[in-house]
């Protein structure tokens, strides 16, 4: 029987809750962090910048290659390397959150993680899925730069771009536009990918299916039940919202719990030093870059586990919304029921 988005909450916080807790294991929360990471379910972002200032001389010149002596050609060819690198990283990268999102939805439908596994018999679907999501977000590129560039062409082709104080209302206008198409653009992609993930992957998994033909069948389900949808994904945005701040602030008291030790013990430390004589040298600062650098791995490794409870809740909770819509995955959610009318161990086969 399909349940309702707010319905479809009880079970998916019930799940969570005897996955995580009925035992405690620590191995399994770590891979589930592990796997939620690379899935997708946990995300990162890091920014460094560094400046530095050329040697000046005086009379001379900021001339980058007399100052410097860099070899133009060598120069181009490092940062073709660089990009060339980051690409391949990245796309490889995007395949493996691939396959461990189908490790995921194993996770969460056995209650138990089992990585090499899943990944073994996962690396058919995992391909299938990557590839559309490879297609996609490079379709998606695309696009983007058809919006920007359109319009950046036509203000040049204007004479916009050479007199901007003279165009200053068509200026603004154009942004303004072109920045709310983005911003609408941006949501339906964000919502394909979500659905794609909830509702298609459980198809791809269990009926060994590909994206389009999951997709085919998800939008029949949609169109007899627009309202229910809809209100699944009103509930998943708020639900996000609410599990963010939850883990905000968990996460900034795990800092505050973690961060005041560590900068008193790191005080006391150099202090001690002091007073034995010793002086930042390279043996000293080698020391206090490893300890700092294992403070920090724990620290990451504290606030993964803070968001393992998020990994299992959320895909639970689509599980359970779509299980009463998709029958093949009403078999496995709920095999006691379906006993009857599939042979033993049929339900859990399919898996």
């Given at each position: 029987m399909a349940i309702t988005a707010v319905d479809s909450i009880t079970p998916a916080l019930e799940h969570t809750k005897q996955?995580?807790?009925?035992?405690?294991?620590?191995?399994?929360?770590t891979k589930l962090a592990?796997?939620?990471?690379?899935?997708?379910e946990?995300?990162?972002?890091?920014?460094?910048?560094?400046?530095?200032?050329?040697p000046h001389h005086p009379g001379v010149g900021p001339h980058f290659p007399a100052s410097l002596g860099i070899d133009h050609a060598l120069l181009a060819a490092f940062i073709a390397t660089a990009i060339i690198a980051a690409l391949a990283i990245g796309i490889i990268l995007i395949y493996v959150g691939s396959v461990m999102r189908f490790v995921l939805f194993d996770s969460v439908i056995t209650k138990q993680c089992h990585i090499r596994w899943s990944w073994n018999r996962?690396?058919?679907?995992?391909?299938?899925?990557?590839?559309?999501?490879?297609?996609?977000?490079?379709?998606?590129?695309?696009?983007?730069?058809?919006?920007?560039?359109?319009?950046?062409?036509?203000?040049?082709?204007?004479?916009?771009?050479?007199?901007?104080?003279?165009?200053?209302?068509?200026?603004?206008?154009s942004g303004a536009i072109v920045f709310a198409v983005l911003l609408v653009f941006g949501a339906v992609t964000a919502l394909i990918l979500v659905l794609t993930k909830d509702f298609v992957i459980p198809q791809m998994a269990l009926e060994d299916i590909d994206v389009m033909e999951g997709w085919r069948r998800l939008w029949?389900?949609?169109?007899?039940?627009?309202?229910?949808?809809?209100?699944y994904i009103v509930m998943k945005i708020v639900l996000a919202i609410v599990v963010g701040i939850l883990i905000g602030i968990a996460t900034l008291i795990v800092g505050v719990i973690f961060v005041v030790p560590a900068a008193g013990l790191s005080i006391l430390a150099v202090l001690t030093g002091k007073s034995a004589g010793l002086t930042w040298n390279a043996e000293t600062i080698a020391l206090a870059a490893v300890i700092g650098s294992i403070l920090l791995a724990a620290f990451l490794y504290l606030v993964s586990l803070i968001a393992v409870p998020a990994i299992v809740?959320?895909?639970?909770?689509?599980?359970?919304?779509?299980?009463?819509?998709?029958?093949?995955?009403?078999?496995?959610?709920y095999p006691a029921a379906t006993s009857q009318q599939a042979p033993a161990g049929g339900a859990r086969a399919m898996l």
């Amino acid at each position: 029987m399909a349940i309702t988005a707010v319905d479809s909450i009880t079970p998916a916080l019930e799940h969570t809750k005897q996955q995580l807790f009925k035992p405690f294991n620590i191995g399994q929360w770590t891979k589930l962090a592990f796997v939620g990471l690379l899935a997708g379910e946990l995300g990162s972002n890091g920014c460094n910048r560094s400046n530095f200032q050329l040697p000046h001389h005086p009379g001379v010149g900021p001339h980058f290659p007399a100052s410097l002596g860099i070899d133009h050609a060598l120069l181009a060819a490092f940062i073709a390397t660089a990009i060339i690198a980051a690409l391949a990283i990245g796309i490889i990268l995007i395949y493996v959150g691939s396959v461990m999102r189908f490790v995921l939805f194993d996770s969460v439908i056995t209650k138990q993680c089992h990585i090499r596994w899943s990944w073994n018999r996962r690396l058919g679907p995992g391909w299938r899925y990557f590839a559309w999501k490879l297609g996609y977000l490079l379709l998606a590129l695309a696009v983007i730069a058809a919006l920007v560039g359109g319009p950046l062409a036509l203000a040049f082709a204007k004479g916009w771009l050479t007199q901007p104080k003279e165009h200053l209302p068509p200026l603004i206008l154009s942004g303004a536009i072109v920045f709310a198409v983005l911003l609408v653009f941006g949501a339906v992609t964000a919502l394909i990918l979500v659905l794609t993930k909830d509702f298609v992957i459980p198809q791809m998994a269990l009926e060994d299916i590909d994206v389009m033909e999951g997709w085919r069948r998800l939008w029949r389900m949609m169109q007899a039940e627009k309202g229910a949808y809809a209100a699944y994904i009103v509930m998943k945005i708020v639900l996000a919202i609410v599990v963010g701040i939850l883990i905000g602030i968990a996460t900034l008291i795990v800092g505050v719990i973690f961060v005041v030790p560590a900068a008193g013990l790191s005080i006391l430390a150099v202090l001690t030093g002091k007073s034995a004589g010793l002086t930042w040298n390279a043996e000293t600062i080698a020391l206090a870059a490893v300890i700092g650098s294992i403070l920090l791995a724990a620290f990451l490794y504290l606030v993964s586990l803070i968001a393992v409870p998020a990994i299992v809740f959320f895909p639970a909770y689509s599980i359970y919304f779509f299980a009463g819509r998709y029958p093949p995955l009403a078999a496995v959610l709920y095999p006691a029921a379906t006993s009857q009318q599939a042979p033993a161990g049929g339900a859990r086969a399919m898996l």
